[in-house]
Protein backbone atom coordinates (compact mmCIF):
# COMPACT_ATOMS: atom_id res chain seq x y z
CA UNK A 1 0.00 0.00 0.00
CA UNK A 2 1.70 3.37 -1.24
CA UNK A 3 2.18 6.31 1.73
CA UNK A 4 0.34 9.29 1.07
CA UNK A 5 3.94 10.74 0.47
CA UNK A 6 4.24 8.22 -2.66
CA UNK A 7 0.81 8.81 -3.91
CA UNK A 8 1.77 12.42 -3.79
CA UNK A 9 5.01 12.37 -5.84
CA UNK A 10 3.80 9.71 -8.09
CA UNK A 11 0.94 11.69 -9.15
CA UNK A 12 2.10 15.18 -8.53
CA UNK A 13 5.63 15.81 -7.58
CA UNK A 14 6.91 14.14 -11.04
CA UNK A 15 4.93 16.75 -12.79
CA UNK A 16 7.29 19.25 -11.47
CA UNK A 17 10.76 20.37 -12.32
CA UNK A 18 13.27 18.10 -10.53
CA UNK A 19 15.58 20.60 -9.53
CA UNK A 20 13.33 23.13 -8.48
CA UNK A 21 11.38 20.47 -6.32
CA UNK A 22 14.18 20.20 -4.49
CA UNK A 23 15.04 23.96 -4.16
CA UNK A 24 11.21 24.35 -3.15
CA UNK A 25 11.55 20.83 -0.13
CA UNK A 26 14.68 21.61 0.75
CA UNK A 27 13.38 25.75 1.59
CA UNK A 28 10.40 23.75 3.26
CA UNK A 29 12.68 21.82 5.35
CA UNK A 30 15.15 24.64 6.59
CA UNK A 31 11.78 26.93 7.61
CA UNK A 32 10.62 23.62 9.54
CA UNK A 33 14.22 23.46 10.92
CA UNK A 34 13.22 24.56 14.75
CA UNK A 35 10.11 22.59 14.87
CA UNK A 36 12.08 19.48 13.63
CA UNK A 37 14.52 20.12 16.29
CA UNK A 38 12.25 19.97 18.85
CA UNK A 39 10.40 16.62 17.43
CA UNK A 40 13.18 14.88 17.11
CA UNK A 41 14.63 14.65 20.72
CA UNK A 42 10.83 13.60 21.15
CA UNK A 43 11.18 10.54 18.69
CA UNK A 44 12.47 7.62 19.48
CA UNK A 45 16.11 6.74 19.00
CA UNK A 46 18.14 4.19 16.33
CA UNK A 47 21.30 2.37 18.07
CA UNK A 48 24.02 4.28 17.42
CA UNK A 49 27.38 3.21 16.06
CA UNK A 50 30.86 4.11 16.59
CA UNK A 51 33.54 4.37 13.70
CA UNK A 52 36.55 6.38 13.17
CA UNK A 53 36.50 7.42 16.92
CA UNK A 54 32.40 9.56 15.91
CA UNK A 55 29.59 8.43 17.61
CA UNK A 56 26.66 7.57 15.07
CA UNK A 57 23.14 8.14 16.33
CA UNK A 58 22.38 6.32 13.86
CA UNK A 59 23.90 3.84 10.68
CA UNK A 60 22.44 5.84 8.06
CA UNK A 61 23.24 9.12 6.94
CA UNK A 62 22.56 11.53 3.82
CA UNK A 63 24.87 11.24 0.93
CA UNK A 64 26.60 14.32 -0.22
CA UNK A 65 24.72 16.15 -3.71
CA UNK A 66 21.45 17.07 -1.35
CA UNK A 67 23.01 19.81 0.95
CA UNK A 68 25.80 21.29 -1.44
CA UNK A 69 26.34 24.39 0.86
CA UNK A 70 26.06 23.76 3.97
CA UNK A 71 23.05 25.28 4.34
CA UNK A 72 20.82 22.87 6.15
CA UNK A 73 22.51 20.20 7.90
CA UNK A 74 20.58 20.71 11.52
CA UNK A 75 17.38 20.51 10.08
CA UNK A 76 18.39 17.41 7.74
CA UNK A 77 19.85 15.78 10.78
CA UNK A 78 16.47 16.60 13.13
CA UNK A 79 14.78 14.19 9.88
CA UNK A 80 16.62 11.15 11.80
CA UNK A 81 19.54 11.30 9.45
CA UNK A 82 22.59 9.57 11.42
CA UNK A 83 24.74 12.12 9.86
CA UNK A 84 24.95 14.94 6.96
CA UNK A 85 27.81 15.37 3.96
CA UNK A 86 27.97 18.30 2.41
CA UNK A 87 29.22 19.00 -0.56
CA UNK A 88 30.39 18.34 -3.24
CA UNK A 89 32.52 21.74 -2.48
CA UNK A 90 34.96 23.42 -5.16
CA UNK A 91 38.08 24.73 -4.26
CA UNK A 92 36.48 27.65 -5.96
CA UNK A 93 32.62 28.58 -6.95
CA UNK A 94 31.00 27.52 -9.93
CA UNK A 95 27.85 27.19 -11.43
CA UNK A 96 27.33 24.00 -12.35
CA UNK A 97 26.43 22.72 -15.98
CA UNK A 98 23.48 24.40 -17.85
CA UNK A 99 20.03 23.86 -17.28
CA UNK A 100 17.79 20.96 -17.16
CA UNK A 101 20.55 19.16 -15.26
CA UNK A 102 18.34 16.85 -12.71
CA UNK A 103 15.89 13.69 -14.26
CA UNK A 104 13.41 11.17 -12.36
CA UNK A 105 12.81 7.73 -13.90
CA UNK A 106 10.40 7.16 -11.94
CA UNK A 107 10.32 3.53 -13.22
CA UNK A 108 13.17 2.63 -11.79
CA UNK A 109 12.89 4.73 -9.00
CA UNK A 110 15.95 6.82 -9.95
CA UNK A 111 17.89 9.95 -10.90
CA UNK A 112 20.01 11.24 -13.35
CA UNK A 113 22.15 14.21 -12.83
CA UNK A 114 24.63 16.52 -14.62
CA UNK A 115 24.89 18.79 -12.38
CA UNK A 116 28.35 19.44 -12.14
CA UNK A 117 29.62 20.43 -8.49
CA UNK A 118 27.41 23.24 -8.56
CA UNK A 119 28.23 25.56 -4.97
CA UNK A 120 29.26 28.43 -3.50
CA UNK A 121 33.01 27.62 -2.76
CA UNK A 122 35.30 26.40 0.16
CA UNK A 123 35.47 30.17 0.96
CA UNK A 124 32.00 31.01 1.39
CA UNK A 125 30.79 27.21 2.55
CA UNK A 126 33.86 27.70 4.93
CA UNK A 127 32.56 31.08 6.12
CA UNK A 128 28.57 29.40 6.55
CA UNK A 129 29.97 26.84 8.76
CA UNK A 130 32.23 29.22 10.65
CA UNK A 131 29.21 31.11 12.02
CA UNK A 132 27.12 27.70 12.35
CA UNK A 133 29.53 26.37 14.64
CA UNK A 134 30.00 28.83 17.25
CA UNK A 135 26.51 28.43 18.35
CA UNK A 136 25.96 24.26 18.13
CA UNK A 137 25.31 22.30 21.18
CA UNK A 138 28.12 19.64 22.26
CA UNK A 139 27.57 16.03 21.72
CA UNK A 140 28.85 13.47 23.61
CA UNK A 141 32.17 12.96 22.02
CA UNK A 142 32.81 16.68 23.13
CA UNK A 143 32.31 17.87 19.21
CA UNK A 144 29.10 20.17 18.06
CA UNK A 145 26.20 19.47 16.54
CA UNK A 146 25.00 16.57 14.13
CA UNK A 147 27.75 14.43 12.43
CA UNK A 148 29.12 16.16 9.22
CA UNK A 149 31.25 15.37 6.95
CA UNK A 150 32.37 17.62 4.09
CA UNK A 151 33.08 15.81 0.38
CA UNK A 152 35.50 18.22 -1.30
CA UNK A 153 36.10 17.91 -5.45
CA UNK A 154 38.20 19.54 -8.17
CA UNK A 155 36.66 23.03 -9.57
CA UNK A 156 35.73 22.58 -13.24
CA UNK A 157 38.39 24.55 -14.51
CA UNK A 158 41.42 23.49 -13.05
CA UNK A 159 43.71 21.43 -14.77
CA UNK A 160 45.38 18.32 -13.87
CA UNK A 161 48.65 19.32 -13.29
CA UNK A 162 46.84 21.69 -10.66
CA UNK A 163 43.90 19.81 -8.56
CA UNK A 164 46.12 18.70 -5.90
CA UNK A 165 46.35 22.91 -5.28
CA UNK A 166 42.63 23.11 -5.82
CA UNK A 167 41.80 20.27 -2.90
CA UNK A 168 44.54 21.74 -0.62
CA UNK A 169 42.61 25.08 -0.75
CA UNK A 170 39.40 23.24 0.28
CA UNK A 171 40.57 20.80 3.08
CA UNK A 172 42.54 23.88 4.65
CA UNK A 173 39.51 26.13 4.41
CA UNK A 174 37.04 23.18 5.37
CA UNK A 175 39.01 20.45 7.48
CA UNK A 176 38.03 22.57 10.72
CA UNK A 177 34.75 21.77 10.65
CA UNK A 178 34.59 18.41 9.16
CA UNK A 179 33.95 15.46 11.31
CA UNK A 180 35.07 13.56 8.33
CA UNK A 181 36.45 14.60 4.94
CA UNK A 182 35.69 12.79 1.87
CA UNK A 183 38.23 13.19 -1.38
CA UNK A 184 35.48 12.68 -4.27
CA UNK A 185 37.47 11.80 -7.25
CA UNK A 186 34.44 9.62 -9.02
CA UNK A 187 31.84 12.14 -9.98
CA UNK A 188 31.20 11.35 -13.99
CA UNK A 189 29.89 14.98 -14.45
CA UNK A 190 33.59 17.36 -14.41
CA UNK A 191 36.17 16.76 -16.90
CA UNK A 192 38.97 14.54 -15.80
CA UNK A 193 37.88 13.79 -12.69
CA UNK A 194 37.54 10.08 -12.22
CA UNK A 195 40.80 9.86 -14.23
CA UNK A 196 42.35 11.02 -10.82
CA UNK A 197 41.06 7.43 -9.58
CA UNK A 198 44.00 5.86 -11.15
CA UNK A 199 46.31 5.01 -7.98
CA UNK A 200 49.30 7.08 -9.76
CA UNK A 201 47.19 9.86 -9.69
CA UNK A 202 45.27 9.26 -6.78
CA UNK A 203 48.55 8.42 -3.87
CA UNK A 204 49.59 12.24 -4.29
CA UNK A 205 46.72 13.64 -4.07
CA UNK A 206 45.57 11.78 -0.88
CA UNK A 207 48.93 12.05 0.52
CA UNK A 208 48.68 16.10 0.10
CA UNK A 209 44.78 16.33 1.68
CA UNK A 210 45.88 14.27 4.87
CA UNK A 211 48.80 16.33 5.18
CA UNK A 212 47.03 19.38 4.22
CA UNK A 213 44.39 18.62 7.10
CA UNK A 214 46.48 17.73 9.39
CA UNK A 215 48.31 21.25 9.13
CA UNK A 216 45.08 22.91 9.50
CA UNK A 217 43.75 20.53 12.85
CA UNK A 218 46.72 19.71 15.00
CA UNK A 219 44.90 21.25 17.41
CA UNK A 220 42.53 18.45 17.76
CA UNK A 221 43.26 15.64 19.95
CA UNK A 222 42.42 13.39 16.85
CA UNK A 223 42.86 14.06 13.37
CA UNK A 224 40.11 14.63 10.73
CA UNK A 225 39.37 11.26 9.35
CA UNK A 226 39.94 10.98 5.66
CA UNK A 227 38.06 8.86 3.15
CA UNK A 228 37.59 8.14 -0.52
CA UNK A 229 34.54 8.07 -2.77
CA UNK A 230 34.71 5.91 -5.84
CA UNK A 231 33.03 5.29 -8.92
CA UNK A 232 30.83 1.64 -9.29
CA UNK A 233 32.43 1.47 -13.50
CA UNK A 234 35.86 0.53 -11.88
CA UNK A 235 36.80 -2.35 -13.18
CA UNK A 236 36.78 -4.73 -10.30
CA UNK A 237 40.83 -4.61 -10.66
CA UNK A 238 40.62 -1.28 -10.58
CA UNK A 239 38.80 -1.45 -7.27
CA UNK A 240 41.54 -3.59 -5.36
CA UNK A 241 43.82 -0.92 -6.45
CA UNK A 242 42.35 1.53 -5.06
CA UNK A 243 41.66 -0.86 -1.86
CA UNK A 244 45.10 -1.08 -1.38
CA UNK A 245 46.51 1.83 -2.02
CA UNK A 246 43.77 2.60 0.81
CA UNK A 247 45.44 0.27 3.29
CA UNK A 248 48.67 1.68 2.50
CA UNK A 249 48.23 5.67 3.08
CA UNK A 250 46.52 4.67 6.27
CA UNK A 251 42.74 6.00 4.88
CA UNK A 252 40.13 5.46 7.49
CA UNK A 253 37.42 4.55 5.19
CA UNK A 254 36.40 4.39 1.17
CA UNK A 255 32.94 5.44 0.09
CA UNK A 256 31.24 3.11 -2.75
CA UNK A 257 29.98 4.04 -4.44
CA UNK A 258 29.14 7.41 -6.44
CA UNK A 259 26.63 7.33 -9.65
CA UNK A 260 27.23 5.03 -12.47
CA UNK A 261 26.67 6.10 -16.30
CA UNK A 262 26.04 2.87 -17.13
CA UNK A 263 22.03 2.66 -18.47
CA UNK A 264 21.51 -1.44 -18.91
CA UNK A 265 18.78 -3.37 -17.39
CA UNK A 266 16.49 -0.06 -17.12
CA UNK A 267 12.70 -0.61 -16.76
CA UNK A 268 12.40 2.96 -18.33
CA UNK A 269 11.46 3.20 -21.68
CA UNK A 270 14.39 3.95 -24.25
CA UNK A 271 12.96 7.41 -25.22
CA UNK A 272 12.75 7.79 -21.40
CA UNK A 273 16.43 7.07 -21.01
CA UNK A 274 17.26 9.38 -24.01
CA UNK A 275 15.61 12.41 -23.02
CA UNK A 276 17.64 11.95 -19.50
CA UNK A 277 20.85 12.22 -21.46
CA UNK A 278 24.01 11.75 -20.01
CA UNK A 279 24.82 12.06 -16.20
CA UNK A 280 25.56 10.03 -13.41
CA UNK A 281 22.63 7.35 -12.89
CA UNK A 282 21.68 6.86 -9.33
CA UNK A 283 18.78 4.81 -7.03
CA UNK A 284 17.64 1.00 -7.28
CA UNK A 285 19.51 0.15 -10.40
CA UNK A 286 23.07 1.11 -8.79
CA UNK A 287 22.22 -1.17 -5.97
CA UNK A 288 23.93 -4.45 -7.32
CA UNK A 289 27.20 -2.79 -8.63
CA UNK A 290 27.59 -0.86 -5.57
CA UNK A 291 27.13 -4.30 -3.22
CA UNK A 292 29.52 -5.89 -5.44
CA UNK A 293 31.74 -3.19 -4.71
CA UNK A 294 31.64 -3.25 -0.87
CA UNK A 295 32.42 -6.89 -1.44
CA UNK A 296 35.20 -6.48 -3.25
CA UNK A 297 36.60 -3.74 -1.15
CA UNK A 298 35.85 -5.74 2.29
CA UNK A 299 37.60 -8.59 1.29
CA UNK A 300 40.79 -6.11 0.70
CA UNK A 301 40.76 -4.12 3.35
CA UNK A 302 40.23 -6.32 6.73
CA UNK A 303 37.90 -4.85 8.97
CA UNK A 304 38.85 -2.11 10.82
CA UNK A 305 39.05 0.25 7.57
CA UNK A 306 35.39 2.21 7.66
CA UNK A 307 33.14 1.33 4.19
CA UNK A 308 30.23 3.72 3.97
CA UNK A 309 27.72 1.52 1.17
CA UNK A 310 25.64 4.08 -0.93
CA UNK A 311 23.61 3.18 -4.06
CA UNK A 312 20.49 1.92 -4.53
CA UNK A 313 19.47 1.51 -0.67
CA UNK A 314 15.73 2.39 0.04
CA UNK A 315 14.18 -0.17 2.07
CA UNK A 316 15.31 -2.18 5.21
CA UNK A 317 16.19 -5.44 3.57
CA UNK A 318 18.62 -3.30 1.44
CA UNK A 319 20.35 -1.69 4.39
CA UNK A 320 20.48 -5.24 6.23
CA UNK A 321 22.09 -6.45 3.02
CA UNK A 322 24.81 -3.78 2.41
CA UNK A 323 25.67 -3.99 6.30
CA UNK A 324 26.24 -8.02 5.93
CA UNK A 325 28.38 -7.01 3.16
CA UNK A 326 30.52 -5.22 4.59
CA UNK A 327 29.50 -1.58 5.13
CA UNK A 328 29.94 -0.15 8.84
CA UNK A 329 27.68 2.81 7.44
CA UNK A 330 24.99 3.92 4.88
CA UNK A 331 24.14 6.83 3.03
CA UNK A 332 21.75 7.45 0.70
CA UNK A 333 19.94 10.09 -1.24
CA UNK A 334 17.58 9.12 -4.37
CA UNK A 335 15.54 7.14 -1.90
CA UNK A 336 14.50 10.30 0.13
CA UNK A 337 13.55 12.33 -2.92
CA UNK A 338 11.14 8.93 -3.59
CA UNK A 339 10.11 8.05 0.14
CA UNK A 340 9.68 11.40 1.74
CA UNK A 341 10.65 13.64 4.78
CA UNK A 342 9.98 10.97 7.38
CA UNK A 343 11.83 7.99 5.70
CA UNK A 344 15.44 8.14 7.41
CA UNK A 345 14.10 8.29 10.61
CA UNK A 346 11.75 5.49 9.66
CA UNK A 347 14.61 3.58 8.34
CA UNK A 348 17.04 4.09 10.95
CA UNK A 349 14.56 3.00 13.44
CA UNK A 350 13.93 -0.21 11.39
CA UNK A 351 17.39 -1.32 10.97
CA UNK A 352 18.46 -0.60 14.63
CA UNK A 353 15.11 -3.63 15.28
CA UNK A 354 16.82 -5.37 12.84
CA UNK A 355 20.17 -5.53 14.40
CA UNK A 356 18.64 -6.59 17.82
CA UNK A 357 17.18 -9.88 16.43
Sequence with gaps: MSSPYRTLFD?????????QAH?????????AGPALGGLSRLAPRPAGVR?????????LGLAAGFDKNGVGIDALAALGFGFVEIGTVTGEPQPGNPKPRLVRLPADRAVVNRMGFNNDGAEAVA?????????????????????????????????????????????????????YLVVNVSSPNTPGLRDLQATAKLEPLLRAVRARADDVTGHRDARVPLLVKIAPDLADPD??????????????????TNTTIERTGLSSTAAEIERAG??????????K????????????????????????????????????????????YTAFIYEGPWWARKLNLAIAKEQRR
Design 127 to 179: ERLRRRSSSLPRRGDGRRGPVLGINIGKTKVVGEDEAIADYEKSTGLLAPYAD
Design 51 to 59: RMGLDFPGV
Design 11 to 19: KVLTRVDPE
Design 23 to 31: HAAFAAIRA
Design 278 to 287: AGGLSGEPLR
Design 239 to 256: VLEVARLACDLGLDGIVA
Design 289 to 332: RSLAVLRLLRSQVGPEMTLVGVGGIAGVEDAVERLAAGADLLQA
